[in-house]
């Protein structure tokens, strides 16, 4: 992927984008300001749609016509048209005359690419999330998170347990894992520390781009035995697999010891208080006093101040039960798991750096 642009540019891109939408929003009708919303809600099923059909790939090689992309894929002509047509309000394709269409950058994003593919977290969502996040009302109402109330389960036996669901999981969590790779060893050295151990760290995409960053470094790729077994495909693929170890465990048990520096992406969100106090203390457990630990999260500014993470927030009431939190709220919820939070690192993406030590 491309260098990420510098953190300071990409939060002041971000602000003026809010402001922007803000400013709209202020100046036109609240009905018409409440149909955005809809907008948002018929635009995120188009682009799912596009995901599921691969109607984009067929437009990597350039401009075409719809009709032959239609008869190759074995689509309806006119309505595969018309959801095009529909997708270049999203500025995800550009309708050219006699009905041909071509790819925006973000059309190209949509398209199938190994380990890369933002794809895979759109086809997670509007297969999993579709039906999940309509249960939001009666997750406030109840208190649970929605896959609790829709499945009977909860959500990690869920993700994990069904081979399917799985599938689509694991995908999209190294799809986003792939994106986020870039802005995370931009902000961060890992160059000093002998041995990085990846805590919850699925097929290990975000830890193959840490050890490119980092040459002379090995690694240790820790997560639940059936997410790390499609691991080695990944790895190798980008390189690493002579250096990095790959254990099956449950961090609620145990994590590996012997690492110089520790990192969970986007796990303790997952959790609540008292779960993820838990993984801290076992991470804790397995680390030499002062060796630092790195949390990945998005944090919740204060009120008032637009942010991703404040829907975020959100999708961990509905689909796992956790919660993004304020620094004030990591800061407390390390000390108690034996750390000390020593700073906070805005990347170029939603997620900073939690950096801590352990005390």
């Known amino acids: 992927m491309d260098k990420p642009p510098p953190a300071k540019a990409v939060a002041l891109s971000q602000r003026l ?26 635009g995120a099923h188009i682009v799912y749609a596009l995901a599921e059909l691969e109607l984009v790939d067929a437009f990597q090689s350039g401009s075409r016509p719809i009709s032959d992309v239609a008869s190759e894929l074995g689509l309806n002509e006119d309505l595969a048209y018309r959801l095009l047509r529909a997708a270049s309000n999203l500025d995800v394709v550009r309708e050219e005359s006699g009905r041909r269409f071509s790819l925006t950058p973000i059309g190209r ?53 069904d081979e399917n669901v799985r599938h689509v999981f694991n995908r999209a969590m190294t799809a986003v894992s792939s994106v986020a790779a870039n802005a995370l060893t931009a902000a961060y050295d890992f160059t000093p520390y002998p041995t990085i151990v990846d805590v919850g760290g699925g097929e290990g995409r975000l830890l193959s781009a840490i050890l490119q960053a980092a040459p002379n470094a090995r690694g240790v790729l820790f997560d639940l035995p059936e997410v790390v ?20 465990g449950s961090f609620f048990e145990s994590v590996p010891t012997g690492g110089d520096l520790y990192l969970m992406r986007a796990i303790i969100h997952d959790w609540d208080d008292e779960a993820a106090q838990k993984i801290l203390a076992t991470v804790r457990g397995a680390m030499e006093r ?49 750390f000390q939070l020593t700073r906070i690192i805005p990347t170029a993406g939603p997620a900073s750096v939690i950096e801590s030590r352990a005390r």
């Not at 190798?236 to 099956?248: A, N, P």
């Not at 944090?299 to 956790?322: C, Q, R, S, T």
Request: proline residues 6%; hydrophobic residues 40%; neutral net charge.
């Open 229 to 248: 077994k499609d691991a080695p495909k990944v790895l190798q693929s980008l390189g690493v697999s002579s250096r990095c170890e790959t254990i099956g």
């Open 290 to 338: 002062d060796s630092p630990l790195l949390l990945y999260e998005a944090v919740v500014p204060g009120p008032n101040k637009k942010h991703f993470a404040k829907y975020l927030d959100i999708e961990m009431i509905v689909m796992a039960g956790g919660r993004e939190r304020t620094p004030e709220e990591y800061k407390a919820l390390l000390d108690r798991a034996g």
């Open 109 to 161: 994003a949509l398209c199938k690419h190994e380990n890369e593919s933002f794809r895979d977290f759109i086809i997670l969502m509007g297969r999993l999330g579709t039906r999940m996040w309509s249960r939001l009302a009666d997750c406030v109402r109840q208190g649970r998170n929605a896959v609790e109330i829709e499945t009977g389960q909860q959500p990690f036996e869920f993700l994990i347990g």
């Open 17 to 42: 984008r809010w402001g922007l939408q803000g400013l709209e929003r202020k100046m036109v009708p609240p009905p018409f300001a409440l149909l955005d919303f809809v907008n948002d809600f018929w």
